[in-house]
């Protein structure tokens, strides 16, 4: 999809979002989340029928933005020291450590609550590098776990899954039937990752956000609000620089 960022004023309030141009989308759509406004628009349509969409969902928008502000204004400090990172939710050190054998390639150890990357003597791959593969693996297990539970409930079932770092998104589902999510998710506690794989697979059954979509999400997912309302407070800190975190070891 092309992605333009665009601003409007709705009410008295001016409001930035990212326009989002597809071929596949058969209506106009917004979305509202802890990641800004989201507008997607098929091909085709013109910027006026843009806006008058925008001018009759006046309220709605204006309701979600004020619940996103509140949710923000709960946000809590990050407890988070040099060398630490959350991993399942839970503060954990990182530390590199070098091997003297010989052959002997880059390896992630987790024990006792402590990630170690052991760096191999021959290896040129740089520990964050390592770190970052290491985790991704984490959250693709972790992923597949939830999916196998939640798309036997439902009787959906993706074309494609893809494990990714979406700059602004924890988790897509396409019009093409395909489920992306973001590696960090690893970072967060498991009824989070629970409650964003569950957002994603029911949009394979409701392709919108309407009642029937969050009473469809809160049935398989009971801790829905709860989870809302720790990525509020602590989403920033799944955004650490592993490599910055590497490099400070």
């Known amino acids: 999809m092309q992605q333009t960022l665009k601003t409007i004023t709705i009410g008295q309030r001016k409001v930035e979002y990212r326009l989002r141009c597809s071929k596949t989308a058969q209506k106009l759509r ?53 060398g630490e990172m959350l991993f399942r939710g ?29 760096r191999g003597s021959i290896s040129n791959t740089p520990p964050f590098t390592t770190l970052e593969n290491w985790l991704r693996l984490q959250a693709k297990q972790a992923i597949a776990d939830h999916l196998d539970t939640l798309t036997e409930k439902l009787g959906s079932y993706p074309n494609k899954i893809y494990i990714m770092e979406q700059r602004t998104k924890w988790g897509n589902c396409s019009a093409l039937q395909n489920l992306s999510f973001n590696w960090r998710l690893i970072m967060a506690p498991d009824f989070v990752l629970h409650y964003l794989v569950t957002h994603e697979v029911v949009h394979l059954e409701v392709p919108d956000h309407s009642k029937r979509f969050w009473l469809t999400v809160q049935s398989l997912c ?28």
């Open 90 to 118: 839970t503060i954990t050190p990182v530390l590199v450590e070098s091997i003297a054998r010989r052959k002997a390639t880059n390896r992630v150890i987790f024990n006792n609550n402590i990630i170690t990357i052991v």
């Open 222 to 249: 009971p801790k829905m609000d709860r989870a809302k309302q720790w990525l509020s407070a602590n989403s920033e800190q799944l955004k650490v620089d592993v490599r910055q975190l590497c490099s400070s070891l």
């Open 30 to 82: 917004v979305r509202i989340g802890l990641d800004g406004v989201e507008v997607i628009q098929p091909i085709g349509r013109d910027a006026q029928e843009l806006d008058a969409f925008l001018e009759t969902n006046h309220d709605w928008i204006i309701n979600q933005l004020e619940r996103i502000d509140q949710m923000r204004s709960i946000r809590k400090p990050s407890n988070i020291k040099k």
